[in-house]
């Protein structure tokens, strides 16, 4: 059987996730290290949004507001935590 | 116009009708979202302003059974996905054998929780512990609802199996999914 989108999405979804898990370990650093756990956590919530909620085809006013939904929450995660790690 | 001329033009959601799925379900699914992302929001300023709290919480949390629950639910959403498939195709009884498939995931992510509750609990950590476990205990039991919630709706469309039930059902299954795909890091590994 060939993999179709869906397969391959999955198969990501589960390597993005895995990668998750190992950076706190992997990456000292805590700015470059959230950085990459969010950055993950993007990348995932991307291919949900685009091949799961089935919002490829969707007219790109919802695509985009749910991936903005998306990037603000991760990017004030992201923001909060430098300006702590900074002062 | 008329109500009676506009209601023949189209169900009256507008632009909504372009999303798959019951438009009142992603009604549903936009507020959850935005309710979600203020609770985070107030997580990550609450955790900004009591930096050592949060880390001292955070660091007692087993990061390990949360990644492994992330698995389950991207698991749960692949198998929701290809009902969706399914029930497009016309093909009913796929499409409800994946529906039971993302239901028992969805069963085995509530256990793995209710594990990881349990263990924390016993540790002495609970909802009056500290404004981290507070946070923690609201937010990923206000989710644990929600999962809660998705497979009673995924049971409830699994019945029909028909195509627009199930894509309404699988939306709000794959809000949960991307609901836990932020709360996870931000909750479990962010420093």
């Not at chain 2, 498939?101 to 069963?107: D, K, P, S, V």
């Not at chain 2, 919630?149 to 039930?165: K, N, Q, T």
């Given at each position: 059987?060939?993999?179709?989108?869906?397969?391959?999405?999955?198969?990501?979804?589960?390597?993005?996730?895995l990668?998750?898990?190992?950076?706190?370990?992997?990456?000292?650093?805590?700015?470059?290290?959230?950085?990459?756990?969010?950055?993950?956590?993007?990348?995932?919530?991307?291919?949900?949004?685009?091949?799961?909620?089935?919002?490829?085809?969707?007219?790109?006013?919802?695509?985009?507001?749910?991936?903005?939904?998306?990037?603000?929450?991760?990017?004030?995660?992201?923001?909060?935590?430098?300006?702590?790690?900074?002062? | 116009?008329?109500?009676?001329?506009?209601?023949?033009?189209?169900?009256?959601?507008?632009?909504?009708?372009?999303?798959?799925?019951?438009?009142?379900?992603?009604?549903?699914?936009?507020?959850?979202?935005?309710?979600?992302?203020?609770?985070?929001?107030?997580?990550?300023?609450?955790?900004?302003?009591?930096?050592?709290?949060?880390?001292?919480?955070?660091?007692?949390?087993?990061?390990?059974?949360?990644?492994?629950?992330?698995?389950?639910?991207?698991t749960?959403g692949?198998?929701?996905?290809r009902?969706?498939?399914?029930?497009?195709?016309?093909?009913?009884?796929?499409?409800?054998?994946?529906?039971?498939?993302?239901?028992?995931?969805?069963?085995?992510?509530?256990?793995?929780?209710?594990?990881?509750?349990?263990?924390?609990?016993?540790?002495?950590?609970?909802?009056?512990?500290?404004?981290?476990f507070?946070?923690?205990?609201?937010?990923?039991?206000?989710?644990?609802?929600?999962?809660?919630?998705?497979?009673?709706?995924?049971?409830?469309?699994?019945?029909?199996?028909?195509?627009a039930?199930?894509?309404?059902?699988?939306?709000?299954?794959?809000?949960?999914?991307?609901?836990?795909?932020?709360?996870?890091?931000?909750?479990?590994?962010?420093?």
């Amino acid at each position: 059987m060939i993999p179709d989108r869906l397969d391959i999405t999955w198969l990501v979804l589960i390597g993005l996730a895995l990668a998750t898990v190992l950076v706190p370990s992997i990456v000292t650093r805590p700015l470059l290290g959230n950085a990459l756990l969010l950055a993950f956590a993007a990348l995932k919530g991307r291919r949900i949004v685009l091949d799961f909620l089935d919002l490829r085809a969707a007219p790109a006013l919802w695509r985009g507001l749910v991936s903005a939904w998306l990037v603000i929450v991760l990017l004030f995660a992201w923001s909060a935590s430098a300006v702590v790690a900074l002062i | 116009m008329s109500a009676t001329d506009f209601e023949q033009q189209g169900t009256g959601w507008g632009i909504l009708e372009d999303l798959p799925g019951d438009p009142m379900m992603w009604v549903l699914i936009f507020s959850e979202l935005a309710a979600f992302g203020l609770f985070l929001g107030a997580f990550v300023i609450a955790r900004a302003l009591h930096p050592a709290v949060f880390a001292a919480g955070q660091a007692t949390l087993d990061a390990h059974l949360a990644g492994l629950n992330t698995i389950v639910l991207v698991t749960s959403g692949w198998t929701a996905a290809r009902a969706t498939a399914a029930a497009r195709a016309s093909a009913r009884g796929c499409a409800r054998g994946w529906l039971f498939g993302a239901m028992a995931l969805g069963a085995l992510f509530i256990a793995i929780k209710l594990l990881e509750y349990a263990g924390e609990i016993a540790s002495g950590n609970g909802l009056e512990t500290s404004p981290f476990f507070t946070l923690y205990f609201l937010l990923t039991g206000f989710h644990l609802l929600h999962v809660g919630l998705g497979i009673v709706i995924l049971a409830v469309v699994s019945r029909g199996a028909r195509p627009a039930s199930v894509e309404t059902g699988t939306a709000f299954w794959h809000m949960v999914d991307l609901l836990w795909i932020v709360i996870f890091p931000i909750l479990y590994l962010v420093r």
